[in-house]
């Protein structure tokens, strides 16, 4: 299948042609009777594991199935913080595994996703924070992974807005600096996933929602029944971030999830103010610019279990609250945007990707509040799960039977919030 | 933000409630006859109906009290609120959801 490929080169031509003659990213298709292996979800998360299923594993008869439209999900909805100094050994291996495809993931997919290793920078406001912070520098050393610790005039070197008197009502006392992480954007990082997956011969299957899961005699996936018709798969990978429950109680198979609002906003756009990406998540107030010069922020989710897609504006001004007292010049700024998406939640705050107890049913859910950043590492495992039928070794300790067996990994705990 | 009815105060904003997560789960009346897979059940496993949905709240910076409540979470509305240790009030009518269950299917 040709398609067009992007350079600076075809850009310049394009102009000069008066941009007649640019493609659509991706076909259109009607959804085929049988595939060797279907995704249901096309985020971020399932349109990569479909792109790596056609890159790495030749499995070319294979389609996503998505409910909305590509790139309107949670991947279009997060504040595309990229960052890997997780605690646990786990974790550290599965998020830096994303984080080095992150940084040549452009390349790779021939589409500019914008990954920008600008820093992430995590502010200790508590003597608790500093013990845990520093546990986490060392930690992550320990696993190769970048993240250095700052005092306090070190971090406002790094981030000059940053506010760092001590007559505020949590002090900056420090910072932990990972300077490998960053912002991406978002959209293109779905769009380029699709777009890649396409070309290898991937069907994109847009207003497909999933209704039923037909199993065999054996009890082994046989088929999806679909808003837009029966579809035969042998191999069904389910990718439905905050709906994972529902399509997984389709066949019949509890995941320990619960789907929580989450909630951001955006300001208007200014000229370019902040460096890097700061979060606190003792004060809840995620924080950086994106390209287009808005103030990109994050909030927390809200307290309890819904589907709606938005959130109370108790959450938003909370985080607000913090934002203004750690970036006084951000003050007068005005709000443009807000909106919710819906997170599933695991109870150790990491996510499940596994084979489940149905044959050729397999599960990626429970990134919580911090999926984005996995998007690359997450698909890649994923799909080498479904095409082996065995976990990569880095997945292999994230399964739905680590909190039956007691081992769980606890970023929850190592964090201390949500995130 | 919601509007809770808290059954002993009233109507009263979110804010002064903290959420429980998913009412009716009983501690198991003999805890050392469970295998490993039963405790994941009552430690982890959660319904996260999307529907309607029992669940407790406490009206911590009120009254103090636990209580229940039926939600809908595709909308976010209340449909019912009872106090702790009464079964869920069935809900009936044109239109009415389903009644909760203990576990989605």
């Known amino acids: 299948m040709s398609r067009q490929s992007f350079s600076g080169l075809s850009l310049i031509w394009r102009s000069l042609s008066k941009h007649r003659g640019w493609q659509t990213q991706w076909r259109k298709p009607e959804p085929k009777a049988r595939y060797d292996a279907v995704i249901v979800g096309g985020g971020g998360h399932g349109l990569g594991a479909a792109y790596y299923l056609a890159k790495e594993h030749g499995l070319t008869n294979i389609a996503v199935l998505e409910k909305g439209w590509i790139g309107g999900g949670n991947t279009g909805r997060n504040t595309t913080i990229i960052r890997s100094n997780y605690l646990f050994n786990e974790s550290a291996a599965l998020y830096d595994h994303s984080v080095k495809l992150w940084e040549n993931l452009s390349q790779a997919l021939n589409y500019n996703v914008m990954f920008s290793a600008r820093g992430v920078m995590m502010l200790a406001h508590t003597v608790h924070d500093i013990q845990v912070f520093k546990r986490h520098v060392h930690a992550n050393r320990c696993n190769g992974v970048d993240n250095e610790w700052l005092d306090p005039a070190q971090a406002k070197e790094f981030c000059p807005p940053l506010n760092i008197e001590d007559n505020i009502r949590y002090p900056v006392l420090g910072a932990a600096l990972q300077r490998r992480g960053g912002t991406a954007r978002h959209d293109a990082v779905a769009w380029g996933y699709a777009r890649a997956a396409d070309a290898l011969g991937v069907d994109i299957i847009e207003n497909c929602e999933v209704t039923g899961i037909r199993r065999n005699a054996g009890g082994a996936v046989e088929a999806l029944e679909t808003t837009r018709g029966v579809i035969h798969s042998p191999k069904v990978g389910v990718s439905a971030a905050g709906h994972t429950s529902v399509i997984m109680a389709l066949a019949g198979v509890h995941v320990p999830l619960e789907s929580y609002p989450l909630q951001a906003l955006v300001s208007e756009p200014v000229k370019p103010i902040f460096p890097c990406v700061v979060m606190s998540n003792t004060i809840h107030a995620y924080i950086s610019q994106s390209d287009k010069g808005e103030l990109v922020i994050g909030a927390g989710t809200d307290a309890y279990t819904s589907y709606t897609q938005r959130g109370a504006l108790h959450v938003n001004t909370h985080t607000l609250d913090a934002i203004c007292e750690l970036f006084p010049n951000f003050r007068r700024l005005r709000m443009l945007r807000n909106w919710g998406g819906i997170v599933d939640v695991t109870p150790d705050r990491s996510p499940i990707i596994a084979k489940t107890p149905v044959p050729g049913l397999y599960v990626n859910c429970g990134w919580g509040t911090g999926g984005f950043k996995a998007t690359p590492g997450s698909a890649h495992v994923f799909a080498w799960t479904i095409a082996r039928d065995e976990p990569h070794p880095i997945n292999a300790p994230f399964t739905i039977e680590r909190f039956r067996d007691g081992y769980l990994i606890d970023e929850a705990a190592a964090a201390a919030v949500a995130h | ?105």
């Not at chain 2, 904003?13 to 059940?41: T, V």
């Not at chain 2, 009464?86 to 989605?104: I, Y």
Request: one cysteine or more; charged letters at 25%.
């Open chain 2, 1 to 105: 933000m919601l509007l809770i009815d808290c059954p002993y105060c009233g109507k009263r904003p979110e804010i002064e409630f903290n959420y429980g997560g998913q009412a009716h789960l009983a501690r198991p009346q003999q805890p050392s006859q469970l295998d490993d897979q039963a405790w994941a059940e009552f430690l982890y496993m959660r319904a996260n109906t999307k529907g309607v949905y029992a669940e407790r709240w406490r009206h911590s910076r009120g009254c103090g009290q636990f209580f229940n409540a039926l939600r809908d979470t595709t909308t976010d509305q209340f449909l019912a609120f009872y106090k702790r240790g009464e079964a869920p009030p069935a809900l009936s009518g044109e239109g009415a959801p389903p009644a909760p269950r203990e576990r989605s299917p």
